[in-house]
């Protein structure tokens, strides 16, 4: 049996092993996909003993992203470009690490808008924490024109814009309306709104016609931010299907398939997620 799973700290909120269940039982693969709790100061440890455990490989979720980067010698480009991977497995024998994030993300947007061309479109950005990273790596990696990094600590978008050159700028959060005339891609990656938080106000009526708006939480599907662009006639895609794409890399990796992202697994997912209650 192959074995794989994901590690977090905690991790029963998890829904990963949905996903890989789904496929693993549609390729009638004998593997496991489980939730492994690993506290911060278990983290190197699990690592090194993970060929003698018999996994093929594991994802990676908070609060071990970053930290798990700086322990796995082989990383590839995308990783080493933002310092943090979700994917672990093994090359030729060696332990290596990839991020699928950013792939995730673009990829949930074409999945959603197959004639989405991102090439020369400008990008405003709410946040700039890990996620943000990863999805402005793979926006410049598509040919984005500008991104906009607007963050509620503004000290943080601007090291994430200097981190990544001429074409990124920073704001701050109270500044983002300011940028909406011309772009063509909003992105909520803050989890203002989700928890009993505050939600964003945002003016979306400034955005041109044709642009889209998208948010990467997905808990609830409809987020504060996604029903108010709504509302407000906009053109939006929600965060779920970044999670499912994400998965994709890992499970061929371990697995040796290539799996598809469905509607039925969409649907799965989806149904697991009560709406409105932010769990
Ligand atoms: N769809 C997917 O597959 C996927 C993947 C990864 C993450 N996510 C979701 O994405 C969200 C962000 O994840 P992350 O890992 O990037 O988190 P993170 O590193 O902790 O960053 C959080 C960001 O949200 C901002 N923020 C938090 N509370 C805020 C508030 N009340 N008002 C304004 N800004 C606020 C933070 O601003 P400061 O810098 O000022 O603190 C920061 O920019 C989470 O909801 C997570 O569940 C989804």
Redesign the pocket.
Known sequence: MIRSGVIGFPVKHSRSPLIHGYWLKRHGIDGSYDKIEVAPDGLKAFLAGMREASFAGCNVT?PHKERAASLIPNLDERARRIGSVNTVYFSRGELSATSS?GY?FVQNLRWRNPSLDLKGRRVVML??????RAIVDELLQEGVAQVTVA???VA?AAELAESFGSRMAAAA?HEADDHLRDCGLLIN????G?AD??K?TVAFDMLPRGALVTD???VPLLTPFLADAQRAGCLTTD??G??LH?AVPGFELWFGIRPEVTDELYDIVAGDIAPGTGS
């Open positions: 908070l994030d995730g946040g700039a924490g890990g996620s943000a963050n509620r600590t943080r959060l990656t803050t989890s203002a989700i938080t505050a964003l990467i939480s997905y965060g779920l970044m999670l994400q």
